[in-house]
Protein backbone atom coordinates (compact mmCIF):
# COMPACT_ATOMS: atom_id res chain seq x y z
CA UNK A 1 0.00 0.00 0.00
CA UNK A 2 1.31 3.43 -1.19
CA UNK A 3 1.90 6.08 1.81
CA UNK A 4 2.28 9.83 1.55
CA UNK A 5 6.05 9.68 1.66
CA UNK A 6 5.96 6.67 -1.12
CA UNK A 7 3.61 9.52 -3.83
CA UNK A 8 6.28 12.10 -2.51
CA UNK A 9 9.44 9.93 -3.51
CA UNK A 10 7.30 9.18 -7.08
CA UNK A 11 6.66 13.40 -7.54
CA UNK A 12 10.31 13.95 -6.93
CA UNK A 13 11.86 10.90 -9.04
CA UNK A 14 9.32 9.63 -11.23
CA UNK A 15 6.32 7.01 -11.59
CA UNK A 16 7.13 3.80 -12.30
CA UNK A 17 6.05 2.28 -15.54
CA UNK A 18 2.25 1.83 -16.37
CA UNK A 19 1.44 -2.37 -17.20
CA UNK A 20 0.60 -0.32 -20.97
CA UNK A 21 -0.20 2.66 -22.96
CA UNK A 22 -2.71 4.40 -24.54
CA UNK A 23 -1.42 7.43 -26.58
CA UNK A 24 -3.87 9.22 -29.17
CA UNK A 25 -3.86 12.56 -30.21
CA UNK A 26 -6.07 15.34 -28.75
CA UNK A 27 -8.31 15.80 -31.96
CA UNK A 28 -8.78 11.89 -31.33
CA UNK A 29 -9.82 12.16 -27.73
CA UNK A 30 -11.93 14.50 -28.55
CA UNK A 31 -13.56 12.61 -30.86
CA UNK A 32 -14.14 9.48 -29.11
CA UNK A 33 -15.69 11.55 -25.65
CA UNK A 34 -18.63 13.23 -24.42
CA UNK A 35 -17.72 17.21 -23.85
CA UNK A 36 -17.94 17.36 -20.20
CA UNK A 37 -15.87 14.10 -20.06
CA UNK A 38 -12.93 15.45 -22.34
CA UNK A 39 -12.61 18.44 -20.21
CA UNK A 40 -12.02 16.81 -16.86
CA UNK A 41 -9.45 14.07 -18.07
CA UNK A 42 -7.77 15.91 -21.26
CA UNK A 43 -7.75 19.66 -20.01
CA UNK A 44 -7.46 18.92 -16.11
CA UNK A 45 -10.89 20.67 -15.04
CA UNK A 46 -12.70 19.90 -11.81
CA UNK A 47 -16.42 18.89 -11.38
CA UNK A 48 -18.69 20.95 -9.18
CA UNK A 49 -18.86 18.59 -5.95
CA UNK A 50 -22.00 16.76 -5.53
CA UNK A 51 -22.95 17.23 -9.22
CA UNK A 52 -22.82 13.21 -9.00
CA UNK A 53 -25.19 10.13 -8.01
CA UNK A 54 -21.63 8.60 -7.93
CA UNK A 55 -20.33 9.89 -4.58
CA UNK A 56 -23.09 8.08 -2.72
CA UNK A 57 -22.97 4.83 -4.22
CA UNK A 58 -21.07 2.21 -2.50
CA UNK A 59 -22.50 -1.28 -3.88
CA UNK A 60 -19.52 -3.80 -5.44
CA UNK A 61 -17.60 -3.05 -8.29
CA UNK A 62 -14.94 -1.31 -10.21
CA UNK A 63 -14.09 1.58 -11.54
CA UNK A 64 -12.46 2.32 -14.57
CA UNK A 65 -10.58 5.19 -16.61
CA UNK A 66 -13.31 6.82 -18.92
CA UNK A 67 -10.67 7.32 -21.41
CA UNK A 68 -9.13 3.78 -21.70
CA UNK A 69 -10.93 1.48 -19.57
CA UNK A 70 -7.94 0.78 -17.15
CA UNK A 71 -9.22 -0.50 -13.74
CA UNK A 72 -8.27 1.99 -11.25
CA UNK A 73 -9.97 1.68 -7.75
CA UNK A 74 -12.55 -1.06 -6.17
CA UNK A 75 -15.19 -0.14 -3.97
CA UNK A 76 -14.09 -1.82 -1.26
CA UNK A 77 -11.88 1.26 -0.95
CA UNK A 78 -14.39 3.63 -1.22
CA UNK A 79 -15.61 5.68 1.40
CA UNK A 80 -17.93 8.96 2.35
CA UNK A 81 -15.57 11.75 2.72
CA UNK A 82 -18.40 14.25 2.43
CA UNK A 83 -16.12 16.64 -0.65
CA UNK A 84 -19.00 16.03 -3.01
CA UNK A 85 -16.41 13.42 -5.15
CA UNK A 86 -16.25 9.62 -5.05
CA UNK A 87 -13.05 9.15 -2.65
CA UNK A 88 -11.07 6.03 -2.02
CA UNK A 89 -8.54 5.19 0.24
CA UNK A 90 -6.61 3.38 -2.29
CA UNK A 91 -5.78 2.47 -6.19
CA UNK A 92 -6.42 -0.69 -7.12
CA UNK A 93 -2.54 -1.43 -8.22
CA UNK A 94 -0.02 0.64 -7.39
CA UNK A 95 1.34 1.08 -11.08
CA UNK A 96 -2.21 2.45 -12.30
CA UNK A 97 -1.80 5.96 -10.94
CA UNK A 98 0.76 8.77 -11.45
CA UNK A 99 1.50 11.74 -9.37
CA UNK A 100 2.13 15.36 -9.98
CA UNK A 101 3.19 18.04 -8.23
CA UNK A 102 0.32 20.75 -8.74
CA UNK A 103 0.89 24.20 -7.58
CA UNK A 104 -1.79 25.98 -9.75
CA UNK A 105 -4.61 27.78 -8.03
CA UNK A 106 -1.95 28.87 -5.50
CA UNK A 107 -2.29 25.47 -3.61
CA UNK A 108 -0.10 22.99 -3.17
CA UNK A 109 -1.67 19.51 -4.35
CA UNK A 110 -0.78 16.40 -5.69
CA UNK A 111 -2.45 15.28 -9.00
CA UNK A 112 -3.40 12.24 -9.65
CA UNK A 113 -3.92 11.05 -13.45
CA UNK A 114 -4.71 7.75 -15.20
CA UNK A 115 -0.74 6.36 -15.74
CA UNK A 116 -1.99 4.21 -18.71
CA UNK A 117 -3.71 7.18 -21.05
CA UNK A 118 -2.48 10.65 -18.68
CA UNK A 119 -6.19 11.51 -18.25
CA UNK A 120 -6.64 13.44 -15.33
CA UNK A 121 -8.38 12.08 -12.68
CA UNK A 122 -8.26 14.44 -9.48
CA UNK A 123 -5.90 15.07 -6.46
CA UNK A 124 -4.96 13.08 -3.54
CA UNK A 125 -4.85 14.36 -0.06
CA UNK A 126 -3.40 12.70 3.44
CA UNK A 127 -6.62 13.08 5.22
CA UNK A 128 -8.03 10.10 4.48
CA UNK A 129 -8.93 7.00 6.66
CA UNK A 130 -6.40 4.38 8.03
CA UNK A 131 -4.78 2.11 6.72
CA UNK A 132 -3.34 4.39 4.15
CA UNK A 133 -4.34 7.68 5.81
CA UNK A 134 -4.93 8.76 2.26
CA UNK A 135 -7.92 10.40 0.20
CA UNK A 136 -8.00 9.97 -3.33
CA UNK A 137 -10.68 12.84 -4.47
CA UNK A 138 -11.55 11.85 -7.98
CA UNK A 139 -13.74 13.48 -10.41
CA UNK A 140 -17.07 10.93 -11.04
CA UNK A 141 -16.81 11.78 -15.15
CA UNK A 142 -13.35 10.82 -14.89
CA UNK A 143 -13.98 6.96 -13.85
CA UNK A 144 -17.16 4.63 -15.23
CA UNK A 145 -17.85 2.24 -12.67
CA UNK A 146 -18.25 -1.98 -13.64
CA UNK A 147 -20.34 -4.35 -11.67
CA UNK A 148 -18.62 -7.28 -10.40
Known amino acids: MLTLADINLR ?18 WQALLPPDVFR ?4 SATERPFSSEMCGVF ?8 C ?20 FSSPASPDVVAYHGDDSYGMVRIE ?4 VCDAHLGHVFPDGPPPSGLRYCINALA ?4 KE
Open 112 to 115: TTCA
Open 40 to 43: ITRR
Open 11 to 28: IRRGNPPPPRRVVRSEAE
Open 68 to 87: CDTLLFDAQNKFDSGTGWPS
Open 143 to 146: LRKV
Open 59 to 66: TPGRYHCA
